[in-house]
């Protein structure tokens, strides 16, 4: 009879659970979520990763070497004022400046697997403990907080064209620069060399494509050659807050469809593109 009680209570709970999940998950389809957020979020409340998920492609016989192939090599930019040697890192491990310092961090990539019928992209998502960007001369760009994402997406197109874009101040550097009205894809090769600005993280394919059109490079403290690279849709799981200025990739429009026009958590070009842009024409300089 104990048996039976503890059968019927098991069923109870388990359809209760299940209540309470459909109702969560029509809740989040109903808001600004992304729907593919929702059935992550989904699985992360089951205990599972889901099927055909990152972890999945990291091994399997097709993608995984092609996401190794493409997996981008990062151009540090020494920083003037001498306060952030951050490499890329975990940020279930480290969320702190000191163990995020190049040499002392182990650099870390957050990959997410995008498959549509004209191209299969794979997005690289570099987390750090912080952004700084006073050292900007653009004041809409001037600013701090905590937390900070970039990252690039690489797209397979179908005739095996490989392209890629890389992010920058919630917008896109592909061919043109992020500030440009559009930036496209630019065609790379393996491992893809990232050019990423000190303080702000912005990330370029030359040393003239991040912050702002005018502030130069001032020279390369090092080249991260090699990161470990980690389902990122298994991110979620940590539970993690981040900063307001730091919405996480699966927050993002881009987690579901790389083709938007930025990372801000609707896709959108959004304000601090159109600045930069009339900054550069401003000055006279050539977005």
């Known amino acids: ?62 993608l995984g070497p092609l996401i190794r192939r493409y997996a981008p090599r990062l151009a540090l930019e020494r920083d003037a004022f001498g306060q952030d040697r951050s490499s890329p890192v975990d940020f ?78 919630l917008g896109f550097t592909g061919e043109r620069p992020w500030w440009s009205g559009d930036p496209g894809w630019r065609p790379i090769a393996r ?14 394919f030359g040393p003239d494509d991040v912050d702002v059109a005018g502030d130069g490079w001032n020279g390369t ?8 690279l980690v389902p990122a849709d298994e991110a979620p799981a940590a539970r993690r807050r981040f900063d307001a200025g730091a919405v996480p990739p699966w927050l993002k429009r881009v987690w579901i469809d790389p083709r938007v026009a930025s990372t801000a958590a609707d896709g959108s070009r959004g304000v601090l593109s159109d600045a930069a842009a009339v900054w550069a024409a401003a000055e006279g300089l050539v977005a």
């Open 191 to 204: 491992h893809p060399l990232v050019y990423r600005a000190a303080g702000s993280h912005a990330n370029g």
């Open 221 to 228: 403290a090092a080249v991260v050659d090699r990161m470990v």
């Open 92 to 169: 279930r491990g480290c969320r702190q400046l000191a163990c995020a310092a190049y040499t002392v961090a182990t650099p870390t990539s957050f990959v997410h697997v995008v498959r549509r019928p004209e191209a299969t992209y794979l997005e690289y998502w570099f987390y750090y403990p912080d952004s700084r960007t006073d050292h900007l001369p653009l004041a809409v760009l001037a600013g701090y907080h905590h937390d900070d994402w970039e990252g690039a997406v690489v797209r397979v197109a179908r005739d095996h064209g490989v392209s890629a874009r890389v992010s920058a101040h």
């Open 1 to 62: 009879m104990r048996r039976g009680q503890s059968t019927v209570e098991l069923c109870a709970l388990a359809a209760a659970l299940a209540v309470l999940l459909g109702v969560a998950g029509l809740a989040l389809s109903r808001s600004a979520v992304p729907g593919l957020v929702v059935r992550t979020l989904r699985h992360v409340l089951a205990g599972r990763a889901p099927r055909h998920g990152d972890r999945w492609a990291l091994g399997n016989a097709q």
